[in-house]
């Protein structure tokens, strides 16, 4: 007997964005759309329209760019809201509209100041304006995990009567446990007389750490959709992790009767890339996409391996992308080679300025470090975006000596005119961002630095992630360089000009699924 078909709904660039300082440009969304696009991912929720020109333009932007995933786009139980919706997805071969409004009794109370009988007029009303733009539209009754059960039922029957096509049940806080939620999900299937009429869909949150488990709950009990994103990324302690539930599900189908149709073969590349792009380093014990997550370092687990792979893994690590870093490119290779190998990796330019930029950046690379992998070309895309720059590094040097404070000097071009400063730090890294902020004045608290080698060996790229927080508003720099303190100094000044940038700006949504 063939399986069902279990939807994955990818909300990396909506939830996902939510993290404190994961805003993406337009052109960062549309590569990891293109990246999920290429996984086989079902649906891609491109942004809230709604909550800035530069996330509709963003939605827009993926809507264009993708043909082989429905592109949805979030939207309030709000007239405006799905107007702007509608308008972001027109350039879609295949549209969905999500749109909410929480029936919790705290929020329904607390926060939307509405009756019960409010809510649901609302929500019909919601859908109903939603169909004008499109045959594919979703409901979600936000904090459903926290609702009372006849309620639930009472607004997923009207909403469904009214035409929603898939019923998300959203655990919005992280509340639940896998078997209340579980059950939750069936007694909603059986109870509700048009049921059958929908798709049930479930999103989890983290805060608990059991996401993924109450993911993989519902669809025993009938969910056959799954809303989750790449590495399990999303606002507070995250999102159920695509990469687990879809593996799971795989690997246990002895106890799922349904399956996805994802190339699994994709995951790794695609948590490389949203690693990269959003600045989130993925831990080494991170199921799936995580350093260890294929290594065996005990002796007894080695010796099974080696007798059999099955011994102590359940999984093939070339099932979900693993493979040796080969090198792929070096100093005397050409722009068609560069060009060539980008694609295999699933990335496409616009332009041939695009290219050269890259390819600039790539030569200069090769000529610090001989052996180019693929995460180095990855780290090469993310330096070369399209982000507009008021800081640029013209000049670092730091003395660094036992028994002496570092000392730095640094110029930088600061809208098209040079500026030079020098500070003494407690390190080198510190030395060169006060010399930095000695120029630049921001008044912005450091609130994360960190530092990830890109590939191994001693001339390996350091990967620096900076989190910088000014008015409420919080944002990560990137920056890659063989030299760690220049690296560091790279994305401080990335974070400072996406401080600047109008592109990136705060979500002004009352509430989330």
Not at 99 to 119: D, N, Q
Not at 255 to 272: A, E, G, H, K, Y
Not at 418 to 446: N, R, W, Y
Request: aromatic share 4%; glycine share 8%; hydrophobic share 40%.
């Amino acid at each position: 007997m063939s399986k069902e078909h279990l939807i994955i709904f990818d909300t990396t660039l909506r939830d996902g964005e939510q993290s404190p300082g994961a805003s993406m440009t337009k052109d960062e969304k549309v590569r990891i759309a293109r990246a999920l696009e290429k996984m086989q991912v079902d649906i891609i929720e491109a942004g809230f329209p709604i909550a800035s020109p530069g996330d509709f333009e963003a939605v827009q932007a993926v809507a264009a760019a993708v043909k082989d995933s429905t592109i949805c786009g979030l939207a309030r139980a709000l007239d405006k809201d799905i107007e702007r919706a509608g308008e972001a997805l027109k350039p879609a071969q295949s549209a969905r509209i999500h749109t909410f409004l929480a029936t919790s009794p705290i929020h329904m109370r607390e926060k939307l100041r509405m009756t019960p009988g409010e809510v649901v007029e609302n929500a019909v009303k919601a859908v109903k304006k939603a169909r004008q733009f499109t045959d594919d539209v979703e409901f979600s009754p936000e904090d459903a995990g926290r609702s009372e059960v006849d309620f639930l039922c009472r607004v997923i029957e009207s909403v469904i009567n009214a035409g929603a096509t898939t019923i998300n049940i959203p655990d919005t806080v992280g509340y639940n446990i896998p078997h209340q939620f579980g059950q939750l999900i069936r007694t909603l299937i059986e109870r509700i007389p048009n049921a059958d009429k929908a798709v049930f869909s479930v999103h989890c949150h983290n805060d608990l750490g059991l996401a993924v488990a109450n993911s993989l709950a519902a669809v025993r009990n009938g969910a056959r959709q799954v809303e989750c994103t790449i590495n399990g990324l999303g606002e507070r302690a995250g999102n159920a992790a695509l990469e687990e539930v879809v593996m799971a599900v795989r690997t246990r189908q002895d106890v799922f009767d349904c399956n996805t149709r994802l190339d699994t073969t994709q995951i790794v590349p695609c948590s490389r890339l949203v690693s990269s792009i959003t600045g989130f380093p993925v831990q080494p014990n991170k199921a799936i996409v995580g350093a260890n997550a294929f290594a065996h370092e005990s002796g007894i687990h080695q010796d099974g391996v080696l007798k059999s792979r099955e011994t102590y893994e359940i999984m093939r690590a070339e099932d979900v992308g693993w493979s040796e870093n080969h090198i792929v490119l070096g100093k005397h290779s050409g722009r068609n080679a560069l060009r060539a190998r980008f694609r295999d990796l699933g990335i496409e330019f616009d332009s041939e300025e695009a290219l050269n930029a890259v390819f600039v950046r790539f030569k200069e690379l090769a000529d610090r470090k001989h052996e180019i992998y693929d995460e180095d070309l990855q780290a090469l895309v993310s330096a070369a975006a399209d982000e507009p720059e008021t800081y640029k590094l013209v000049y670092l040097s730091v003395t660094s000596e036992t028994g002496e404070k570092p000392l730095a000097r640094v110029t930088l071009n600061v809208n098209g005119e040079e500026h030079s400063s020098e500070a003494i730090g407690g390190g080198p890294v510190d030395a060169a961002l006060k010399a930095i902020e000695e120029i630049v004045g921001s008044d912005s608290q450091l609130k994360l630095y960190s530092v990830n080698n890109i590939t191994s060996g001693t001339d390996a790229q350091g990967e620096v992630t900076v989190r910088l927080e000014k008015d409420g508003r919080i944002v990560n720099g990137q920056g890659a360089d063989t030299d760690i303190v220049i690296a560091s100094a790279k994305a401080y000044l990335n974070a400072l000009n996406k401080l600047l940038s109008p592109r990136l700006t705060s979500h002004p949504q009352h509430g989330s699924v």
